[in-house]
C-alpha cells in the first residue's frame, strides 16, 4: 500500500478520485485502512489550504436562534432582561464569561465562536 502526502492540487485531486472509488470499502479490510489512511490525508490538507472562519458570535447565536425557532426572550436565562438580550443581538453589549458559559452549554454553540472578537457593523 503507498500512500504518498497530499501536496499540490493535484494531489488533492488524485487522493479525492481514490477516496471516491473507496467509499464503499469495509472496515478492517485493506481498502478501509487506505480509505482511513486516504481521508485524514485529505481533511490535513483541507484545513491548511481551505479553513473555515468561525462565525461572529452574534451571527452565531442568530443561526442557533433560527435552527430552534427561538425567540429573543427564550434567551432570557442565559444572558438576562430582554433589554441585555437585544442590546447584545444589536451588537451594542459584548458576552460576558457567565453568558458564552451558558450559551455553550444551553444551545451546543461553539465556544470558539462565542469568545471571537465581534465584527464591528459598518455605519449606514
Known amino acids: 500500500m503507498e500512500i504518498r502526502p497530499v501536496r499540490t492540487k493535484a ?3 488524485t487522493a479525492l478520485k481514490e477516496i471516491e472509488t ?3 470499502a469495509e472496515r478492517d479490510t485493506r481498502e478501509g485502512e487506505r480509505l482511513d489512511v486516504l481521508v485524514t490525508l485529505v481533511e490535513a490538507y483541507e484545513s491548511k489550504h481551505y479553513a473555515l472562519e468561525l462565525p461572529d458570535p452574534v451571527e452565531a447565536i ?3 436562534m433560527e435552527q430552534k425557532g427561538m425567540t429573543p426572550k427564550d434567551l432570557v436565562p442565559m444572558i438576562g ?9 444589536g451588537r451594542r453589549r459584548a458576552l460576558t ?6 450559551l455553550h452549554r444551553e444551545l451546543g454553540i461553539p465556544a470558539e465562536s462565542l469568545i471571537k472578537q465581534p465584527e464591528r457593523r459598518k455605519a449606514a
Open 11 to 13: 494531489d488533492y485531486r
Open 22 to 24: 473507496l467509499m464503499a
Open 81 to 89: 432582561r430582554i433589554n441585555r438580550v437585544y442590546e447584545v443581538l
Open 62 to 64: 442568530r443561526f442557533r
Open 97 to 102: 464569561l457567565a453568558m458564552i458559559r451558558r
